[in-house]
Structure formats: C-alpha cells, structure tokens
C-alpha cells in the first residue's frame, strides 16, 4: 500500500541525498511531501554536492535546484505515514527551528518510520530522540548521536543501520542499503 512520506529540506541539502530517494521513493508509488521552513510548493532549494576526493573531510560544489511541493506551514504531520530527513548542511540550521523539532517530535511519538541519512542524524539529535536507539551519520556526527544518549553504529559508508522504525546511514554511497531498509520498514515489496 501507497504512504505518505514527508520529507524535511532546507537549503545545501545534500543533492543526492535529497534527489535520489525522493525519485525512488515516487517511483515505487510512495506520495513524497517535500518541504522547506518559510517556502512554498514550488520554491526551491539549493542543493549541494558533498564528494570524498581524499581530503581530510568531504569537498562541496554546487548541485541542482530542488523545486518544493508541499507548504510547509500548512503541513500535519499526523497527516504522513514517515519522515525522510536528507543531509547536507541544510540540517545544522533546521534543528533551530522550533516547529522543525515539534515535526521529528511527532514521528518519534507517534512510532513511525523515519530515515535519515549523513547529517540528518543532528536533526534526530536536537529533537531528543536518540536516546537508545543506535544510528548511524556521516562520521563527524558521532559526538551528537553518543551526546544525545544515542548509540553510534560504526558501518561502512555504503551500509546502512536499523533500529526498530528508524533507519540511518553515513552518506549517499548508502543509498542501496538505506532505501532498501526504508522500504523494508515501510512495509513497501518490490516483485521482480
């Protein structure tokens, strides 16, 4: 069966953290509500490209533009069936935002599927609900999954973890590994 999946963005998303699941979430036939703090369906983001060049961090250039399609001070998200939070640099400023928390809040609360990926785990962090739960993130967010009472799964940065309805990896080469496991937990069957 179809969800609704609402996915939480902001500016210097990571781009292919944003782009790819939400594609292959719609093409699986999941409805995906992407939104953004103070913009409209049909504004966009900017996103970024986050790429491991053999530097002693990631590298960052410019990706795509990201057209929203949902308002995001008209969502309910007892309305939505799971969360979707991208990385980037877009979640460091979004865990500021008190309704950005209340919507993580909820999901957790309310025992739904949330997947986050590389810095998405700082929104999971802020919102106080890691507390024993293990979780994976881009490597530098350790200290804010282990400092939110969380476990950190050390996995490769092509894995993915999860822990009951919540569901995490270190960064887009996951993708494979953290869409599968998403739609696991969704309940979702692709038949070949």
Not at 75 to 94: C, F, K
Not at 137 to 150: K, Q
Request: charged share 15%.
């Amino acid at each position: 069966m179809a969800k609704k999946l609402l996915m939480l963005v902001g500016d210097y998303v990571e781009d292919y953290e944003v782009m790819v699941p939400f594609q292959a979430l719609l093409a699986v036939g999941h409805a995906v509500h992407a939104v953004c703090p103070d913009k409209k369906a049909g504004d966009f983001v900017a996103t970024a490209i986050h790429d491991f060049e053999g530097a002693q961090t990631y590298s960052e250039k410019p990706g795509h533009r990201f057209t929203l399609n949902q308002d995001f001070a008209t969502i309910d998200p007892a309305a939505y069936d799971a969360l979707v939070v991208p990385g980037g640099r877009a979640p460091e400023y979004l865990r500021m935002n008190p309704r950005v928390l209340e919507i993580v809040q909820h999901f957790h609360q309310a025992d739904k599927p949330i997947a986050a990926i590389c810095h998405g785990a700082q929104l999971l962090a802020a919102a106080g609900i890691l507390q024993g739960k293990t979780c994976s993130a881009y490597p530098a967010c350790a200290a804010e999954v282990r400092l939110a009472g969380g476990t950190y799964a050390e996995i490769g940065i092509d894995q993915a973890h999860t822990d009951g309805k919540l569901v995490t990896a270190p960064a887009w080469p996951a993708h494979p590994a953290w869409i599968a496991q998403f739609l696991t937990v969704l309940g979702t069957t692709i038949q070949h």
